[in-house]
């Protein structure tokens, strides 16, 4: 029944009826019973939405205004009624459904004349209605009042009841399924049912209405605590989607800057603990299939698999929806555009039943405007779904992390003493596992979902190209096929042009490294110049191969922006010319060119996956070889092994790390083995024995001989026990062996555990974790100070107490045995100062005295200490003995066991054990060994009286430590960092740089760093710049003119074919449409293009080398030539941060990041234009889209800078804190404080897990507004361009280059916001490298030109001072005031006084390093400050008091300007009595000296400071506190040395023990840089009132 068409008159197109108001009024026709009446279907179906909206509007008034407050309380916030995430499904699934049967009426009721509203204004109401009911079921479920819920159940059923007569009513008038109303309400039936469902089963579950009992629920105990700010398991799914969570979070960090407390704690299911536990879970249920399980790394990935499986496929799942929702937008664009090209816009007649009209789906579906809808949801979804994948793969790999990092560390905690002694596996692999191999498995599971989903990206996408294109689509594929191969080898490629770049800038930091420390050397001897060549020389080899690095990145990146290119070429013109009829009209072409842009997507990330897989396959590699590693106990001997103890330990102590070991015997027969040999046990001297081991036989390998052979001694309870011996013995071996640390071969060792103040019962009960030696593990804890001192990166106070309360009293006690309190004093902080990595701020002596205060200090009943006197001199030794060993310890009773070469405390010992060569010589008292040893008792008393002489002539109150403090004060300026040497990406780039952050203004925060960007490019030069920026912009024009011709090329074919329909052209000729024009300009156009992408990534990264190059060279030149005071003020690890860590970023990031950013940006703005010429109606809707994004940006630059911070600097701690329990790991087991400091592990792995998810869930975050905004540039754009083409007549062509573009956009905008991030902290680099070049360096010209001073000046060496004052700078008080002194060639001066009187500065003055602003030095008749600085400093020598040697020869560190004869050098050594030292060496003079000289002893370092000031050769020699650092052996040496090979020399020695310039011819005494007494010591020491002679009585 066709309607007949008719002109409407005015009056019926105005009206507007429910049911409409046609003439014929079948409309209102109920003849056949009003339910057959469709618009009475209708209107009965609106029922149910206007109840629930009635009941619902007040409920939630009244419920915001009095439940706001409440709703607000955290943690009743997110509990979930049953069938909460399904609900939420349905309700979207059912919002969509509306959505169509909302277009369907408006598309249906366009075929009437009258408008009729009962087609779409009940579903307009369902949709508000739908809206309404999620909205109040959410305000129900937070504020967890179920009974409101009756409205909803209510409500599902009367829509059901409604929704199903229709249904059947339109069954019954044979509606079938071609009409598409019929399928959306058949949906609309089963959506309300399900939901009907969900209602009861919230009814069954929590029982709130029609049974007695309501279930009472409690929100998860996670939210209990309000530590967790981490919300995304427990918010509700549209926030889970969008991450609506995080909006309060990104704002807040605008006021104030993220730190850790903001963040809070991690939800229970994300801790480190639970995740290990799950993965030792997943390990056991291997094992327990039975011996046929895989071994090796095929176990680590069945475990990974079995643990972490489920969140992978859940987020492969994801990922797949997304991909195919991907492939909506070329076909959606194809629909619009043939629907706009088709000319004769004939439409199907609907048809009319229940007098109503009804259309089919494909004619819906045939709608431009219902497509651009369509396209507008799926893009949403399927943006949705991808950032869920990527999130759901992050996750999973972080909590993966933290996992197998916590395996790591209990693996470690139980590993063989002997591994790493014997350097089979160094602390550098173990950490190197932890910071490198856990990421590269968490990489690998972050792009895992890209593994499966890439073949399926890559094969929809070349089926749905076949069926646009036919086989031209296939060429134009297998381009892009060929040159991925290309592309993986460029990928494999820069990773090797990556680890070379790697090991030059290594070696460079190590000599930058080498030039800091030594800076105050080589600027007074002016050798800056020797090793600012030597750095740049190193620096030049790191820029040849970050040429090459350059070169594969603009490689890549031309690669990735030619291939589509070169792909659409081919094919369309390909397409073009293989048959004369083919269709190329707008609507495939740009389909098509939308496909290419999905397929390149795939080939791209190939390469880095590849990669990332086979990096996780070689890091599993590595973890399985470490977890099969030796354990401590773990026996060969069956006997004695023991298996793990399983069961359920609820608490964390006892997760031991299950290793599989198939060498040991079943639980029951060990057990019965163990209580046998306690029977056995000595028992009847149980009471008094601490210790005893009984025919032992100990060894470090398992299959070496014995270092320990035939053990019998016994410990004595409450008793001093000494253990000595010659070097090498196997006395520290002994110790470990009853710690239970050594591998043992046969014998007992017994531990008499006396109940212990503190032994952690339960822990120690818990701990049997795969120990072999039960007895040992019955011992409490042991304090145990070895004998290289091993101390935690912590404050002194935390090192001291280690774990235990404070106790004030005692601590009081333990600092004063150790005498550590005058070091305490002179640090920065006092004892709560941070001691950096491995106490690095410390000297030795200090290192070690807090190392066994830590023993004294805890109150454990044995105490092991191991040389605690070697690093100590003769005063701080004896009183450590007296009241550190002999009062506290002997007063507590405790059980001491010494290990020492101070044979002369050997009377204070109860019971003596003498060792030689691995076995006991002798245990007894000193009485015993004096009957039945005399001969070793004779050899001791020789040695002790040596001892005791040393003891008197070395008694100096201002001895060593007085000097070590004093070094430790300059020390403190200068911290060193130390450097990471990784073989690793980006990834590793960690910044320390948080106190050039802190002062920072919050305002600063927001803003872009603009000037470092301009200093960045105005260091690239003239030349580059604007070749860099000029080729950017032609390749962006190039690309819009290639589309463009395109559009116009299609629209063309399209007229041609009308125009020739219209003409109904005879022969086939006139008609045909040549391609051949367009496709030469295309061909043209898209090769400039290609060639444009090589120019642009070749500038990028020409532009980076450049300046890379550049910066580096002028901050060396800046470093070298600043002023000293640089150097005392800034911390050493910071400067030589802007040499590592920034100079790496510049270097490798910011050239990528640039073109990455200026890449999508231009895009961005690209299309943009694109839209608004196509129609200019979008620049309004532009204009809010722009505010919201600018908004967006701006939070989340400033969050993500936070979290990017926090990233990395909670990651710090966490490798550190493996390393040191690899170095410390005796001592811990020791202490027995195994737990503890897995606890501590778990602290900090979830710290930095929780950064690492606000990091990922902030990205996210933006990605999904940006996504969100992008798809909404396309509905836009998509409507504002058909309405302009169906009624102004715009090209199709163009409508299809506008969309093809909008969708662009909402790929690129992220990467803009991200890459904006990335550059800005990036550019951090710049700024502060670009601090340091301000620094103004010291003034090198002098007014005199070299030429002008005499070649041997200073000849006679006489110096003349005149009212000389000195500061350090300009804006401090004057150290040295209006000094005045001659001093006449040849003299030997002595200068001395208290620490702080200005000796120092005397020395410095002569260097012209501190600050002269009054009166003069005159040397041999020329005033020094009219010297050129490097000619003053090069003709002077000076000894510093702490010696300092380069890695090199040691012919370079006596003469690095290589100016001196073999034989000259020689005669210098032998002066420094080195020769046979020297000689002894292979390869002489041209022996490597290691880095700082370690492998001399400091002795022989100062020596070798001298010999390199005698080869100088100059007239003056200046000592500054030189003798200071050494044993009276050596300084005798020296001062007989400078008396005779420097007789004729004016030497001017700067003393710190006073007797050293007892012989000198003058003497001055300072004090607070003025001198007091200037004369002959001997006329000093007759006066009695001098202040030298008292210093001389107190140094007696």
Known sequence: ??????????????????????????????????????????????????????????????????????????????????????????????????????????????????????????????????????????????????????????????????????????????????????????????????????????????????????????????????????????????????????????????????DLKGIGRLPITMRALTNYLRLRKAFEAQKKKGSSYPQGPKSIWGALRHAFGRPLILSITFRFLADLLGFAGPLCISGIVHHISKENKTIIPPMKLLGVYFISSQEFLANAYVLAVLLFFALLLQRTFLQASYYVAIETGINLRGAIQTKIYNKIMRLCTSNMSMGEMTVGQICNLVAIDTNQLMWFFFLCPNLWAMPVQIVVGVILLYYLLGISALIGATVIAVLAPVQYFVATKLSQAQKSTLEYSNERLKKTNELLRGIKLLKLYAWEHIFHDSVEETRQKELTSLKSFALYTSISIFMNAAIPIAAVLTTFVVHAHLSEDADLSPAVAFASLSLFHILVTPLFLLSSVVRSTVKALVSVQKLSEFFSSEEIGEEHDTKTAAPPSSGNHTKYQALPLKVVNRKRPARDEWNNYSSQRDRETPDQEGEDICIKIMNGYFTWMPDGSPTLSDVDIKIPSGQLTMIVGQVGCGKSSLLLAALGEMQKISGTIYWNSLPNQDSEGDESNNEKDAAGEADIRKRGSVAYASQKAWLLNATVVENIIFEMPFNKQRYKAVIEACSLQPDIDILPLGDQTLIGERGIILSGGQRQRISVARSLYQQTNVVFLDDPFSALDIHLSDHLMQEGILKLLREEKRTVVLVTHKLQYLPHADWIIAMKDGTIQKEGTLKDIQNSEPELFEHWKSLMNRQDQELEKETVAESTTVLERKNLRRAMYSREVVLKTEDEDEEESTESDDEDDLSSVLRHRATIPWRSCGTYLSSAGLLLLPLLLLSQLFKHSLMLAIDYWLAKWTSDVITAKNEATGKNCTSAQECSFSHSSYSLVFSVLCCLGIALCLVTSVAVECTGLRVAKELHHSLLNKIILAPMRLFETTPLGNILNRFSADINTIDQHIPATLECLSRSTLLCVSALGVISYVTPVFLIALVPLAI????????????????????????????????????????????????????????????????????????????????????????????????????????????????????????????????????????????????????????????????????????????????????????????????????????????????????????????????????????????????????????????????????????????????????????????????????????????????????????????????????????ILIMDEATASIDMATESILQKVVMTAFADRTVVTIAHRVHTILNADLVIVMKRGIILEYDKPEALLEREDSIFASFVQADK
């Open 1 to 258: 029944m066709m309607p007949t068409r008719y002109k409407p008159s005015p009056s019926s197109t105005m009206s507007l009826a429910f049911c409409g108001n046609d003439n014929n009024s079948a409309a209102y026709n109920v003849d056949k019973g009003v339910l057959n009446n469709g618009c009475f279907l209708d209107a009965l179906s609106v029922v149910p939405h206007v109840f629930l909206l009635f009941i619902t509007f007040p409920i939630l008034f009244i419920g915001w205004g009095s439940q706001s407050s409440k709703v607000h309380i955290h943690h009743s916030t997110w509990l979930h009624f049953p069938g909460h995430n399904l609900r939420w499904i349905l309700t979207f699934i059912l919002l969509f459904v509306l959505v169509c049967e909302i277009a369907e009426g408006i598309v249906s009721d366009g075929c009437t004349e009258s408008h009729h509203l009962h087609l779409y204004m009940p579903a307009g109401l369902a949709f508000v209605a739908a809206v309404t009911s999620i909205i109040y079921y959410h305000n129900i479920e937070t504020s967890n009042f179920p009974k409101l819920l009756l409205a909803l159940l209510v409500y599902w059923i009367l829509a059901f009841v409604t929704k199903t007569i229709k249904f059947s009513k339109y069954c019954e008038h044979g509606i079938g399924l071609t009409q598409l109303r019929f399928c959306i309400t058949g949906l609309l039936v089963a959506l309300y049912g399900m939901l009907l469902a969900v209602e009861i089963n919230v009814i069954l579950a929590r029982r709130y209405v029609c049974f007695k009992h309501p279930t009472e629920v409690k929100p998860p105990e996670d939210l209990q605590d309000l530590g967790v700010r981490f919300l995304q398991p427990f918010v509700n799914l549209l926030s889970k989607g969008t991450y609506w969570w995080m909006n309060t979070f990104i704002t807040s960090a605008h006021r104030r800057p993220i």
């Open 1188 to 1515: 919201a994004c600018y908004f967006i940006q701006k939070y989340f630059r400033v969050a993500s800078r936070d979290l990017q911070q926090l990233d990395d600097s909670t990651q710090l701690p966490l490798l550190s804190h493996f390393s040191e329990t690899v170095e410390g790991l005796t001592t811990i087991r020791a202490f027995r404080y195994e737990a503890k400091f897995r606890q501590k592990l778990l602290e900090y792995t979830d710290a930095n897990n929780i950064a690492s998810l606000f990091l990922t869930a902030a990205n996210r975050w933006l990605e999904v507004r940006m996504e969100y905004i992008g798809a909404c540039v396309v509905l836009i754009a998509a409507v504002a361009s058909i309405t302009n083409s169906l009624y102004y007549q715009l090209s199709s062509g163009l409508v299809g280059l506008g969309l093809t573009y909008a969708l662009m956009v909402s790929n690129y905008l992220n990467w803009m916001v991200r890459n904006l991030a990335d550059m800005e902290v990036q550019l951090g680099a710049v700024k502060r490298i670009n601090g340091l070049l301000q620094v103004e360096p010291e003034n090198y010209d002098g007014l005199l030109s070299v030429s002008q001073i005499p070649a041997s000046w200073p000849q006679q060496g006489e110096i003349q001072i005149q009212n000389l004052s000195v500061r350090y700078d300009t804006t401090l008080k004057p150290v040295l005031k209006h000094v005045n002194a001659h001093i006449t060639p040849g003299q030997k001066v002595g200068i001395c006084g208290r620490t702080g009187s200005g000796k120092s500065s005397f020395s410095l003055a002569f260097f012209r390093m501190v600050d002269t602003f009054e009166g003069r030095i005159i040397i041999d008749g020329i005033d020094i400050a009219k010297l050129p600085l490097q000619t003053l400093r090069s003709r002077f020598s000076i000894i510093l008091q702490d010696p300092i040697l380069f890695s090199g020869t040691i012919r370079f560190n006596l003469d690095p300007e290589g100016k001196c004869t073999d034989s000259m050098l020689w005669e210098a050594l032998e002066i420094a009595q080195l020769k046979p030292v020297v000689k002894a060496l292979p390869g002489g003079l041209d022996a490597m000296v290691t880095e700082g000289g370690e492998n001399f002893s400091l002795g022989q370092r100062q020596l070798f400071c001298l010999a390199r000031a005698f080869v100088r050769k100059s007239s």
